[in-house]
């Protein structure tokens, strides 16, 4: 059974560091691909794809926050470890960990599968 | 890559059918999926691969296209189908989402 479980801070306050961490059990990340995604949605608001890790350490960022992000991962532990440098009231949002099963093969590129609830941050003084 | 989805709302009556369009702004093969999510849970993966429905998802829904245009049908609304559903494209890095689309009952 595939599940994920996001854990952080619900309140950061403004300039602070957003650590989030993403514990998963059922899958490992394997050389088939398997990555796990951080994925965001501000309140009422559309989701945002963040940045994404493979089994061998490749990264994937957002470009518009790369500069504030940093994504690492803990195989011993099962954990992807999601950092945000320099918190914003408008990075308030909830952030969700997902799976994503595999690589593209023959052209067609799987999606995020298993999500976790979803971690309510907010931002604010 | 730019997805345009529409509409953003929808307002329909259970046993109607519905159906919602995301846009591409590039070809991205048949790499388009389909999630619904209701008020304060996660997204739930409907369809992959465009026309793929996932295990233990009814029938009623249905997605179709390639390169640049994708649908999401349902053909027959259920009380439970009213929700948000978005359209996601894995195949290109940044990897983006469609603004959502809220159906509401009528």
Redesign the interface.
């Known amino acids: 059974q595939v599940t994920l479980r996001e854990s952080g801070p619900t309140v950061v306050k403004p300039t602070q560091t957003l650590t989030l961490t993403c514990t998963f059990s059922g899958f490992s990340l394997n050389p088939s691909g398997v990555g796990v995604?951080w994925?965001r949605q501000p309140p009422q608001e559309?989701?945002?794809?963040l940045a994404?890790i493979y089994w061998d350490d490749e990264k994937?960022?957002?470009?518009s926050l790369q500069n504030r992000l940093t994504i690492t991962k803990d195989i011993s532990k099962n954990q992807v470890v999601l950092t945000m440098t320099n918190m914003d009231p408008m990075d308030t949002a909830t952030y969700?960990c997902a799976r994503?099963p595999g690589y593209?093969r023959r052209?067609?590129?799987?999606?995020?599968?298993y999500?976790?609830?979803?971690s309510v941050v907010t931002v604010s003084s | 890559i730019r997805l345009t989805q529409s509409p953003s709302f929808l307002s329909a009556s259970v046993g109607h059918r519905v159906t919602i369009t995301c846009r591409a702004s590039e070809d991205i093969?048949?790499?388009l999926?389909w999630y619904q999510q209701e008020p304060g849970?996660?997204?739930?993966?409907l369809i992959?691969?465009a026309s793929t429905l996932?295990s233990g998802v009814p029938s009623r829904f249905s997605g179709s296209g390639s390169g640049t245009e994708f649908t999401l049908t349902i053909s027959s609304l259920q009380p439970e189908d009213f929700a948000t559903y978005?359209c996601?494209q894995?195949?290109a890095?940044?990897?983006?989402?469609?603004?959502?689309t809220r159906l509401e009952i009528e």
């Open positions: 995604g994925i559309a989701l945002e794809w994404l994937r960022y957002s470009p969700y994503r593209c052209g067609s590129c799987p999606p995020f599968d999500w976790g609830q979803g | 093969g048949n790499s999926a849970r996660a997204p739930k993966l992959s691969a996932q978005h996601l894995p195949r890095y940044p990897f983006t989402f469609g603004l959502g």
